[in-house]
């Protein structure tokens, strides 16, 4: 459960970017990507935002989670499945001989601001 | 008006994470993130390799820990530089806090500087700290289902090491069923298999760290 320093960590750097493009008012919302491997669990992230964000301030920024899968490559069916959490076989033939890639993503995608 | 970003929000832990690893390159050491559940055996790991590396290759020890200075002591106790970060409750250790202990350890020319992360299998594995290896330690009490409970933390890192072999007669460890489960989540990883306690199979776990340290100067030189 580091979901608390992670919000901070945006905030931080929501507030970085910006500054840098001129904007010292608040963000209307905050679009991040959380990967479904990253470690980062979605609720948790989005209860940290709602009171340790308002408490600095932020009571007013709209936080959309888009949470993306990752893939599971077969080398016995070679059928490219989403996953949605770590598994240990393949979803379309159940073979054991995969290769999990993607969904660690964890990143800030864009600000809304006012215009 | 919306602004793109597409930036990690771990971007300024991940810009420390660099600058450290540059502090160490400049230093010509070596950095290893040591991580593990609290009581797998990394303190253990740790006394082990100073006395398998004594007089041979350098090293020095950054703790981590929730609080006390007891791992701290252990280490100095074995003549090897150690300071001791105490996190105040955090469940991880971040760049900034190993930059500022940076600023007090004796970095090893051509040797090891070991980070000891805080005990936990979850949150350690989103931060970066400037290493160049990262070294999780399962140990056999456990259980053998640790590496499929935890994959973000298995899949996440360079090497596995399975710890206190010398218990596998008095509890279940499939270590087959561990190496099926790194093999699917961790597919690239090395995997070592010791008794920090028993010296059994330290020795090759000691010529992997040393072939990566070599291999490291000779790039850097």
Known sequence: ?115 | MELIIAKKVLAANDEIAAANQALLKKHRAFGINLLGSPGAGKTSLVEALAQKLKGEIPLSVIEGDLATTRDAERVEKLGIPVVQINTGGACHLDAGMVSQALEKTALPRDGFLIIENVGNLVCPSSYRLGEHLRVVILSVPEGDDKVAKYPTMFGRVDVIVINKIDLSPYVPFDRERVQGDIKKIAPDTKLFTLSAKTDEGMESLVSFLKAQLKEYLAHIA
């Open chain 1, 1 to 115: 459960m580091h979901e608390l320093s992670l919000v901070k960590d945006l905030l931080e750097l929501a507030r970085q970017e910006m500054d840098r493009a001129g904007h010292n008012g608040t963000a209307e919302s905050l679009t991040v990507i959380i990967g479904k491997l990253s470690g980062v669990n979605a609720d948790s992230f989005r209860f940290a935002f709602e009171t340790y964000g308002s408490e600095m301030g932020w009571t007013k920024t709209r936080l959309i989670l888009i949470e993306h899968p990752a893939r599971c490559l077969c080398q016995n069916c070679h059928e490219e499945s989403a996953v949605e959490e770590w598994t240990l076989s393949c979803p379309s033939c159940g073979s054991e001989n995969i290769r999990i890639e993607g969904g660690r993503e964890f990143r800030l995608e864009s600000i809304t601001i006012p215009d």
